[in-house]
Structure formats: structure tokens, C-alpha cells
């Protein structure tokens, strides 16, 4: 048999793909002719017919449908070669699964995925969404690398006994509302402005910290409860209630939600904290750099 080249590989895996000679062309970056020789190399090397010609297109044959089978696997690991020497000249290499708390899994930890996947090709990075106590117990039991979590002074005081934890950012409570709502607009509101609103708080297991009402409020007037943040500001923007956010959280808004400021001496906010057993590699210390980095872009 006649050799099959690369390019004819990637012709007939894409004219399978797409159905037609156009559109792998299109996709390829070539002339329809150009596709049309490559095809017919293919055909020729393989001493078969590959597609059958129709009025919707073109299908493969038997033939066709298992070169581009073995087209498709050739190709995959003739694509790795590059992200593999990339990795050479980075010495930073591995998995790491990074856990995050559900409003810093809008903004902060997606970002930082990004980063890390643009500066070290090495390192794959998996994200998960988890409240801060379930982080914890996986990362205790070794089914997370990183943790990052909420702290403060309404927070319970996590057993954070043997792990390292790296400050992140402080972040500021907000109170996010409609931008129909009386607050919209404004930079700031004073705390006892927030008493005869109507809130929209979170629910979820018990030990999860939840955003609701404004931490130092008595006795808040609770419209709604939801335990998915889409639910929660889906009411807010209908203009249903308000309800307090992270400041860190505020860039993955919805354009129908704002937030605003809240003056309140009394109320200290939250900080994000990344945390890690105290064994970690160096890709782990990767991950942690670039999270650190992020959190103070949002600032």
C-alpha cells in the first residue's frame, strides 16, 4: 500500500467530520481542490474508494470510515507532540485538582485556570465547586489540592491544623441589586438604609456559609430563599429582593444586577484563602501564585 501522509489524514478525517469537501475546506484553511487531490492521494494509497458522493454531500465508505477511525487516533497523539515539547522547556508538570467556594468559582478560580494553563502547558488544572467544609474533607483526604475558601468573623473557626493557607484578597461585602431598585446607581448606602429591605438569601446544608441578609442587620425581612446562585439573583433581578455578594464575585454579574457599597464600621467582610496541604509540589505552588496574582486584579 502507498503511504497515507499527514495531510491526507487530517483531509479525510475532516471531510468525515463536517460531510462535504466545502466545509472541510473551510475548516482546513484550503482550496476545495486542494482537498479534492488529498482525497484522492487517500484513495488512491489506500487502494479503496473513500466517500460516496450524494446530492448532501459525501459519505464515507467502509473504507473511509476507518481510515478516518485510525486518522482520528494518529492525529490525536501527532497534536500532543507539541504540547509535549512545550512542556519540556517548562519544569513545572502534573494535575492538580483546585476546589473553590461557589462565588469564587465565578470570577477568581476561572481566571487563574486560564493563567495557568497560558504560562505552564505542563500543569492541567481541574476545577471543582464545593462549600468550604466540603472542601476541607477533601482536601484532608487527598481528592483536592487546593482549597479556596471563605473566612471571617460570621464564619465557623475551620480546623485548619496542619494545612498551609496563602491570603488571597480581602474582599468587601456588596449588597447586589436590580438596576431598577432605589439603590441602583448609587457608590455607597449607609447600613441602616438595608432595614426595610426585602432579602433573598441562600440555602443550603447545614455548616455551608450562605450570602443573604447583611451580616449585621437583626432582624432582616426574608422574601426568598434559593440555594443556586442563578435562582437567587434571578429573583434580584426581577426585583424581588436584594441580597449580599463578595465583592470578588461582582466582574460575573449578570448586566441586570449591581451591586453597591455598604457603609458599616460594624461589618469586618471576608477574606478568600487558598489552602493546601503542607506537602505540596511545585505545581501546586504554581496554582497558589496564580491565584494570588488574580485576586489582586479584582481588587
Request: proline share 5%; no cysteine.
Amino acid at each position: 500500500m502507498a503511504e497515507l501522509t499527514v495531510t491526507a489524514l487530517r483531509v479525510v478525517h475532516a471531510v468525515v467530520g463536517t460531510g462535504s469537501f466545502t466545509a472541510a475546506a473551510d475548516l482546513l484553511g484550503y482550496t476545495q481542490s486542494a482537498v479534492s487531490r488529498q482525497v484522492a492521494a487517500a484513495e488512491s494509497a489506500a487502494g479503496a474508494a473513500l466517500f460516496v458522493r450524494g446530492a448532501r454531500g459525501v459519505a464515507p465508505t467502509p473504507a473511509g470510515a476507518l481510515v478516518a477511525r485510525r486518522a482520528a487516533v494518529v492525529l490525536a497523539e501527532l497534536d500532543a507532540v507539541g504540547t509535549d515539547l512545550a512542556g519540556l522547556a517548562d519544569p513545572l508538570g502534573g494535575r492538580v485538582v483546585l476546589g473553590a467556594f461557589p462565588t469564587a468559582a465565578w470570577v477568581l478560580a476561572p481566571r487563574a485556570v486560564a493563567a495557568v494553563r497560558q504560562r505552564h502547558s505542563g500543569v492541567t488544572v481541574q476545577l471543582h465547586e464545593a462549600s468550604t467544609p466540603a472542601q476541607l474533607r477533601a482536601l484532608r483526604s487527598g481528592r483536592l489540592d487546593v482549597a479556596v475558601i471563605g473566612m471571617g468573623a460570621d464564619l465557623p473557626a475551620y480546623d485548619l491544623d496542619g494545612l498551609r493557607r496563602d491570603h488571597l484578597v480581602d474582599g468587601r461585602s456588596l449588597v447586589a441589586v436590580s438596576r431598577d431598585h432605589r439603590f441602583a446607581g448609587r457608590d455607597q448606602v449607609p447600613v441602616a438604609e438595608l432595614a426595610d429591605e426585602e432579602w433573598v438569601v441562600g440555602t443550603g446544608l447545614r455548616g455551608d456559609p450562605q450570602f443573604g441578609a447583611w451580616p449585621t442587620l437583626l432582624r432582616p425581612r426574608v422574601a426568598h430563599t434559593a440555594r443556586e446562585w442563578l435562582a437567587r439573583l434571578g429573583l434580584v433581578a426581577a426585583g424581588l429582593g436584594i441580597t449580599t455578594l463578595p465583592e470578588l464575585a461582582a466582574p460575573g454579574l449578570p448586566a441586570d444586577v449591581v451591586t453597591v457599597r455598604v457603609d458599616d464600621p460594624a461589618w469586618l467582610g471576608r477574606a478568600a484563602v487558598a489552602v493546601t496541604r503542607a506537602d505540596r509540589s511545585a505545581a501546586v505552588e504554581a496554582v497558589v501564585a496564580v491565584l494570588r496574582e488574580v485576586a489582586r486584579g479584582l481588587r
